[in-house]
């Protein structure tokens, strides 16, 4: 087979196996008349799945070299997208130790049929499909006797909060919007901690000090809120404030904005291309799974523009071998006009025929702890935006214990 097998159960009934997803906590395979979740499985090459695996501990870290190289850089940051309003935090508090500026993030990569493989970006600061990956994922393998490696994703949680011990986890419209509500109720349960959930639109602030809205203070908060929206939303230079001065500890760590920028990867072509900072080894890894990167498009052939701090396919365009814009996300919020934009080659992903037609299949590997542990398949069109499906990937049962041992 190539990089990836679909496997599918024609004719099964749906409804009661969304509904033993919903007991699990995954509450929106399902969303309002649209079917979110695609139940098929893809299977990917234990092969594959390893060189992935060992591709992203190199590249984590390499990227946080890159990181540390930029910090304390105010250039840096500008050509990054980093905004103003948080250049005193990255300065002022301490970076954390290497291998963990971010202890839950997410990378996201093209993995074509032939098993080639590209990274497209790194999610480090709050990413989603936690849910799907570590609850979901493992289950729908199992009943079909498909191995998931994703079975590592809590006990890793729980590693990684056991350093932070949050007292309240946030997100905004939390309680009725089902995917971050769900998200934020999974890391909270799988950390094993005493946390309080809030919606960050009820937070209050005075001179530095952060309060839920029955006044209860609040010192260490892990908030699926971008952090880079403290320059757009009111109150966010008061929630900056709290963070540099040390009132509230921010989790993840305010420093995982570095890593989240995709102008990093702009940075980390430019110094390859350079010859600086990076060993031989590293080098090699570079050339074989970055995508030639830029603050400006200069290519010969086609590319993808996309703002540092786009989120779900929002300000995504693709262009044709002409320069010519031949694609655009028009579903996800247009980013573009806030930050700047990094231009990258394109890459081939994976194609497969599903149910819902031919899809584009996008690759998610998850770093958990500094870890790399679970894998999340997401498939919709040429750009993967907010209206992609889930699809469960697990690794191709013959190389289920290699892959074991190798995990």
Known sequence: MGAFELLRRPGRERA????????????????????YWLDQLAVLSGDTYRELEQASAKLWSILDKAARHIHGNPAMYELIGIPPVLWKMLDTLPLPPA??????????????????????????????????AAIATPWLCEREGIHSPNGRMKELVAEAWAEYRPDTIACVAYGW?????????????????????????????????????????????????????????????????????????????????????KGLLAVVWGLYELGLL????????ISRYVLPTYNKPVFEGSFVSKSMFGREGGSVRMFDAEGKLE???????????????????????????????????????FMLNGTPCGLLGRAGGPITGNTSHFIPMGVKENDANEVEASV
């Not at 839950?104 to 098993?115: E, L, P, Q, S, T």
């Not at 990076?278 to 890894?285: H, I, K, Y």
Request: hydrophobic content about 35%.
């Open 177 to 261: 919007h089902q995917e971050d509500s769900g998200t934020i109720e999974a890391l909270g349960m799988h950390s094993g901690l005493e946390v309080n959930y809030v919606d960050c639109m009820d937070l209050q602030i005075d001179k530095g000090t952060v309060m839920d809205q029955d006044g209860r203070v609040i010192e260490r908060m892990f908030a699926l809120y971008p952090k880079e929206w403290m320059a757009v939303d009111e109150g966010g230079e008061a929630l900056s404030y709290a963070v540099e001065t040390g009132k509230l500890e921010l989790f993840n760590p305010p420093h995982s904005i570095l890593l989240q920028s």
């Open 327 to 365: 694609i655009e996300d028009h579903d996800g919020y247009d980013t573009s006009a806030l930050f700047p934009s990094v231009y990258q080659k394109r890459a081939d992903m994976a194609r497969i025929d599903t149910e819902e037609g031919e899809l584009y299949l996008l690759t998610g590997m």
């Open 99 to 132: 291998g963990f500026i971010s202890r839950y993030a997410r990378f996201d990569y093209a993995v074509a049929n032939d098993g080639t493989i590209k990274l497209l970006e790194l999610n480090a600061d709050t990413p989603t499909g936690y849910v799907e």
């Open 278 to 285: 990076f060993n031989e080894e590293e080098r090699e890894t």
């Open 16 to 35: 009661p196996l969304v509904e033993q997803l919903e007991e699990l906590g995954f509450t929106w395979a399902d969303l309002e008349d649209e079917e």
